[in-house]
């Protein structure tokens, strides 16, 4: 079965640092979302991605968030200068259309920044 | 902007015992999905609810889309230690993201 892989599983920085994260969506998909969870917590849009550009992003993302198609395959999430507060599980979702269409996750990357 | 709200935030149950989760939206959804995750892992997609009023099932799982398409439960049958993780509902904004509920924490004490 298809499925969206994420790397790396764990990632820890020391604060100040930029990460990148990094995801390959289903092949055949359209549309690709970052989405992130606080321990415990809500999951929250971070942003979402199509055509090669951002659809829509959330107020969390702000200047120090950056994502990135590069190649065709790999969807990137980069923190440019990771705060405590960014310590999270970030997940990488993709779907093939919008509307009726599922969304299928990745098994998230739990970034911890020190 | 759109809001997706779901209570209860958290359920402990005995195995055995029926289990039911809400979900409300700011707004009228054209469809709406339920999505499991369990602890650790990442959300999966359980199922998706289109129509006014639909009702689906999945085994012990009961899904319900309200006739407003505004609201939506989830209800779980005589509950399993399987059945433990959270459960989230979903709702498309006017854009192409997923708006998540909040999430319902399920605990099964066997």
């Known amino acids: 079965e298809p499925e969206v892989t994420q790397t790396p599983s764990h990632q820890v920085t020391q604060m100040g640092q930029e990460v990148i994260l990094r995801c390959v969506p289903i092949?055949?998909?359209?549309?690709f979302y970052w989405y992130r969870q606080i321990l415990g917590q809500k999951v929250e849009f971070l942003v979402s991605?199509?055509?090669?550009?951002?659809s829509e992003k959330s107020e969390i993302f702000d200047d120090q968030f950056s994502v990135e198609r590069p190649d065709g395959s790999n969807f990137t999430l980069k923190i440019r200068s990771t705060k405590l507060e960014d310590s999270a599980m970030y997940f990488c979702?993709?779907?093939w259309g919008q509307g009726v269409s599922e969304a299928f996750f990745g098994q998230g990357t739990r970034l911890t920044v020190v | 902007g759109q809001q997706v709200m779901q209570i209860p935030q958290y359920q402990h149950v005995q195995e055995g015992e029926d289990f039911t989760t809400y979900c409300n939206s700011s707004?009228?959804?054209?469809?709406i999905q339920w999505y499991k995750q369990r602890p650790g892992g990442h959300p999966v997609f359980l199922i998706q609810?289109?129509?006014?009023?639909e009702v689906k099932k999945q085994k012990r799982l009961t899904f319900q889309f309200g006739e407003a398409k505004k609201n939506s439960s989830l209800h779980i049958t005589a509950t399993q230690t399987t059945d433990v993780g959270t459960y989230f509902c979903a709702g498309p904004n006017y854009g192409n993201k997923l708006v998540f509920g909040a999430g319902t924490i399920l605990r099964v004490k066997s």
């Open positions: 991605f199509y055509n090669n550009e951002i």
């Open positions: 609810l289109v129509k006014s009023g």
């Open positions: 979702a993709s779907r």
């Open positions: 707004t009228t959804l054209s469809n």
């Open positions: 092949s055949n998909h359209l549309y």
